[in-house]
DNA sequence: GCCCCACTTAAGCGTTTCATAAGCCATCCG
DNA sequence: CGGATGGCTTATGAAACGCTTAAGTGGGGC
C-alpha cells in the first residue's frame, strides 16, 4: 500500500516517514500543497495523509480541490489540538476521519488499517507481485502491464497465491481455499486449474514445490 | 460533520450510532417523528437519516413538513425491501437516496459520503460518463443527448454503475445495493434488469464480465 | 373494481467454465 | 534400469452463467 504524505515540518515529516516505512508501506512525502495535489491527481497513492497546518489554507484546499476532481482517495488529516476549526473543516471538506496532534505511531497505524478495512471493496486494492498486479476491486489482472483475462476459478487461485506471495501453500490449503472444506472435488481438478492459470501467464510464474503445493517466488530473479 | 439519526427501533438505532461514530460522524439520535421535525428545522444537521418505518406515516411527513419549509438539509432515506412503495413515496418527497434494510455499514458509508460529496459540489447532481448523463436532482438521463425514460430499478442500477464507471460492479454488490441483503430477490431479476436497460440505451453500454459482474467503461475507445 | 405499469419469476437457449478421466512426462526410490 | 508416485496436459460431458422472451403478481391511478 502507497501512503502519500503531505508535510511541511521537516522533523516531523521525517519521522512519520520512516514510521510508516517501518509498518510495511511505502510512502512518498511532499512538503507543499501544490505538489501534493498533483499527486492526488495521478490516483498514484491508496491513502493520503495530509497535514492542515501548512502554511495559508493550503492543506484544506488541496482537499477541496481533490474532492471537486471526484478523486476519492481516502484522505486522513492530521491537526493540532487547538486547531478545531481547521478539523471541523477538514471533515466538511471531504476528509474520512483526523488524527490530533501529537500523537502516538499506534494511534496513527489503527487509523491507517482502520480507513484501508473501511475503503475494501470500495475503491482499488492491489496485490502487486513482481509483474503481477491483481485488483481486488475490479477483478483485474494484469501481467507484464498486460491485462489478462481470468475465470472465475482462475481469479482465486491467482488470489490465494498471491496474498502468500513468497510462501509455499499447501495444496490441501489451495483446494479449502478453493473449493471449501467439503472435499467432494476430485484430487486432479486443482492441476487443471494450475496449467490454466499458467498458459494465461508464463510457466515460470507458478512453482510446484512437489508433495506439498504451490508458490508464487516473491523475487523473480 | 453531524448527523441527524431518525429511528425508533432502540437496537438498529444504536447499531447505526456507534457505526456513525466510528465513522468520525457526530450524531444525533432521534426516535419519534415530532422531535425529528424540530431538529431538521434548526438545521443543525449536515444530513438526516430517516427511516421510514417509523409507526404511522411519521416518516414521510416529517420529509413532507421539512421540504415544505424550504429546509434543503441532505436526507438519506432507510426502508425495509417489502416496503416499495414507501421507497419511491421517499424519493417523491424529496428524500436525496435511499438505503434498503438490512445494508451494511460499507454501503451506509459510501451513501453518506457520496452524499456529502454530491451536496459539496456546488450543486453538481449530474454523473457524466461517455454518452451518459445522470442527474441525480431530477432524475433525468441524458443517452447520446436524449433523453430516456428509465424506471426506478433501472435507474438504481444506472446510477450504480456509472457511480464507479470504468471498474467492476460486483454482481453481489449490485444485488444488495438494488435489493437489500437479505436477497431473497430471485436470482436472475438483476439480468432482466440490465437487459431492459440495455435496450434502453444500446447494448454495448454495460458490459458483462463473467463470473463477476457488469461494469460501464469510461473510455468507449 | 378495473386496468396499466413496473417488477419478479420462470423457462428455453447458447456459450463458457469446470471437474473428471485418461494418458503422458518427470522425479524419486530401489 | 525400472517401477512408482506426483504432476502435467488434453479431451469431453455436465453444470453454471448470462441473455432473452413470456407469463404471473401486486400496487397505484382512474
Given at each position: 500500500m502507497h501512503i502519500l504524505l503531505v508535510e511541511d515540518d521537516a522533523q516531523l515529516g521525517s519521522a512519520i516517514e520512516r514510521a510508516l516505512e517501518r509498518l510495511g508501506y511505502t510512502v512518498s512525502w511532499l512538503r507543499d500543497g501544490r505538489s501534493a495535489l498533483n499527486a492526488i491527481r495521478d490516483r498514484s497513492a491508496d491513502l493520503v495523509l495530509l497535514d492542515?497546518?501548512?502554511?495559508?489554507r493550503d492543506g484544506i484546499d488541496v482537499l477541496v480541490e481533490a474532492r471537486r476532481a471526484r478523486i476519492d482517495t481516502p484522505v486522513l488529516v492530521m491537526t493540532a489540538r487547538d486547531g478545531l476549526s481547521a478539523r471541523v473543516d477538514g471533515l466538511d471538506a471531504g476528509a474520512d476521519d483526523y488524527l490530533i496532534k501529537p500523537f502516538h505511531v499506534e494511534e496513527l497505524a489503527a487509523r491507517i488499517r482502520s480507513l484501508s478495512r473501511r475503503m475494501r471493496g470500495l475503491a482499488v486494492n492491489c496485490i502487486e507481485v513482481g509483474a503481477l498486479s491483481l485488483d481486488l476491486g475490479s477483478s483485474e489482472v494484469l501481467f507484464r502491464g498486460q491485462p489478462v483475462e481470468l475465470t472465475r476459478r482462475e481469479f482465486a487461485l491467482l488470489q490465494a497465491l498471491m496474498e502468500s506471495a513468497g510462501r509455499l501453500v499447501r495444496r490441501e490449503s489451495l483446494e479449502n481455499s478453493l473449493?471449501?472444506?467439503?472435499?467432494?472435488?476430485?484430487?486432479?481438478a486443482l492441476e487443471v486449474l494450475v496449467h490454466a492459470l499458467r498458459s494465461k501467464l508464463s510457466f515460470e510464474t507458478i512453482r510446484n514445490v512437489r508433495g506439498f503445493g504451490y508458490m508464487i517466488p516473491r523475487d523473480p530473479q
Open positions: 492542515l497546518g501548512l502554511p495559508g473449493y471449501g472444506l467439503d472435499h467432494v472435488v476430485g484430487n486432479n
